[in-house]
């Protein structure tokens, strides 16, 4: 079974920082993705990493696949209250995504 | 991107009885389409995998007879729980997959069973 640990599961910072979210696992993943979920609603996919060292940019968001393609991060910069929520990675085949278990993520005004 | 929808947004039941979620996609055809099931406060854990034209399987732990799946069309999948009891009260989500092979969510489904 192919895990994906995301740290840390919990973050409070003040508007205007940075915070680099992690997703780690010991298994190669053909994919990454990451997802924003705010309560009471589904996931929204943010982006989809695929190729080993790439770097994907929205907006003050920046996503990064590892290089071996069993790690990924998310950094923000200069957060807002409108980024508060609960961030997912997920990977896996075509037939069965496994999620971390969730950066809960607070900006606070 | 692709639309998946769920309906109800949110049900109240009572104890005993059976309560149905549709799972829809809007915009493609989805030969398979997912069910999970979210704590508050915690990940998604993937309850089954529900096939067009074939029987859902179910992940470890997933009581087959107690969440009743059928992926009627391509682009309709129901969860059905049946006698419901209160520690099935959650947050229900589906998704599925276009050709495109990303995973597209519903909205989520809330039980509450009294």
């Known amino acids: 079974t192919q895990l994906l640990e995301q740290s840390p599961q919990f973050l409070s910072i003040q508007e205007g920082e940075n915070l680099t979210v992690y997703c780690n696992s010991s298994s190669v993943f053909s994919s990454l993705q990451w997802y924003r979920q705010e309560p009471g609603e589904g996931p929204v996919l943010l982006v989809t990493v695929v190729t080993g060292g790439e770097v994907k940019k929205l907006k003050r968001l920046t996503f990064q696949f590892g290089d071996a393609r069993k790690d990924s991060s998310l950094h923000i910069t200069a957060a807002q209250p409108g980024d508060t929520g609960l961030y997912l990675c997920a990977g896996g085949g075509y037939q069965k995504v496994t999620f971390g278990i969730g950066t809960k993520l607070q900006v606070i005004p | 991107g692709a639309v998946v929808s769920q309906h109800p947004s949110w049900v109240i039941c009572k104890s005993g009885t059976s309560v149905k979620i549709e799972c829809r996609s809007l915009?493609?055809?989805?030969?398979?389409m997912f069910w999970y099931r979210q704590f508050p406060k915690q990940s998604l854990m993937l309850m089954a995998t529900s096939n067009e034209g074939s029987k859902a399987t179910y992940e470890q732990g997933v009581e087959k007879d107690k969440f009743l799946i059928n992926h009627a069309s391509l682009t309709l999948s129901t969860l059905t729980v049946t006698s419901a009891h209160p520690e099935d009260s959650s947050f229900y989500i589906c998704?599925?997959?276009?050709?495109?092979?990303?995973?597209?969510f519903g909205e989520g489904s809330r039980l509450t069973v009294l």
């Open positions: 915009d493609f055809q989805a030969t398979t």
């Open positions: 998704s599925a997959r276009p050709v495109s092979g990303e995973l597209f």
